[in-house]
């Protein structure tokens, strides 16, 4: 995303403020909910605020910091798709963290299949199983990681179900031990303020241009398999192996990531019986090796022996 475009974001998101916030923060125990204000909160250093995007993050931002209070970000959404939304918002949450100084830490795991399986059968209640994954691991991440509270800014997204979200929220608080901000939800309620059109904060901007196999690239770098990005992609499988054998011939993947060690050592003692300067065709290649072993992988060893004879 241009910076123009981030810039609008964080300035139409700003205009929410009235300069005198005082939210909620419910303390999640056992048996009760004890509210108390973010004033008498200020003893919290820091607070992890899951963030789905940046131009919700930022009116969060903002309101904590107005109070004392330091949020550290926590991108983790296995349930946004296509895989090039996903990227182009969690870059845009990091230009948007070193702009504004926000700690970020991003939980490298694009979930979409696992997520689209376990909704899939019971599709009318998706939103509570979306909700549940993402506030579970914020708030089990806060738990392993020292914070005493966690928020995040679905609780300003006017796209949500707000009951559904705090209850998920503090439900998730109470099995990890952690304590559950409601930052903006209670705060515009009591106000009676309708919520922000965020949608108007996502001006066209032209997509960055990334050719196929860097793309192909990124995604396995995420965690992606190659099954996955196949089916992301409307690709073949041999289609996304050929993209990231380019990335092992340039030295940026690791040559075994893609093939077995056995798998290379068989190719390359066939391909040592032949002069370099007449290997034979893939397909005798092929016949002489054993069936599992895929025309990818033989034209991959190929095109490294080589360059490197």
Same mark, same amino acid.
């Given at each position: 995303m241009k910076k123009g475009a981030l810039s609008k974001a964080l300035q139409y998101v700003k205009l929410l403020k009235d300069g005198s916030f005082a939210g909620t923060f419910f303390r999640v125990r056992p048996f009760k909910k004890i509210p108390i204000t973010f004033r008498e909160m200020t003893f919290m250093d820091k607070i992890l605020l899951h963030s789905c995007c940046a131009p919700c993050s930022v009116y969060c931002v903002d309101t904590l910091r107005g109070e004392g209070i330091e949020p550290v970000s926590l991108w983790f959404n296995p349930n946004i798709h296509p895989w090039t939304e996903y990227d182009q918002r969690r870059s845009? $949450? $990091? #230009? %948007?963290g070193e702009k504004e100084r926000v700690e970020v830490h991003i939980l490298e795991d694009y979930g979409?299949?696992?997520? +689209?399986?376990a909704v899939a059968a019971d599709i009318d &209640?998706? /939103?509570? &199983? /979306? %909700?549940?994954i993402r506030l579970g691991t914020a708030a089990k991440y806060a738990s392993e990681h020292g914070y005493e509270a966690f928020t995040s800014s679905l609780l300003i997204s006017p796209y949500q179900n707000h009951e559904l979200l705090k209850a998920v929220g503090e439900t998730m608080a109470k099995k990890y031990? +952690?304590?559950?901000?409601?930052? +903006?939800?209670? %705060?515009? #309620?009591?106000?009676?303020?309708?919520?922000? #059109?965020i949608k108007k904060v996502f001006v066209p901007v032209p997509e960055e241009k990334v050719d196929t196999k860097t793309l192909s690239f990124r995604m396995y770098k995420d965690g992606m398999s190659l099954e996955e990005i196949a089916e992301e992609r409307s690709l073949t499988e041999g289609t996304v192996f050929t993209h990231l054998a380019h990335f092992v011939k340039e030295g940026e993947l690791d040559l075994y990531e893609l093939i077995s060690a056995e798998h290379a050592k068989r190719i390359e003692n066939l391909l040592r019986k032949y002069p370099v300067e007449d290997l034979p065709s893939l397909s005798v290649l092929k016949d002489a090796l054993e069936e599992n072993i895929s025309y990818n992988e033989i034209r991959l060893i190929v095109d490294l022996y080589r360059t490197t004879l």
């Open positions: 845009t $949450l $990091l #230009e %948007y979409l299949r696992d997520f +689209v399986r &209640h998706r /939103c509570a &199983h /979306c %909700y549940t031990g +952690v304590e559950l901000l409601s930052i +903006v939800n209670t %705060y515009m #309620e009591e106000k009676q303020l309708e919520r922000p #059109e």
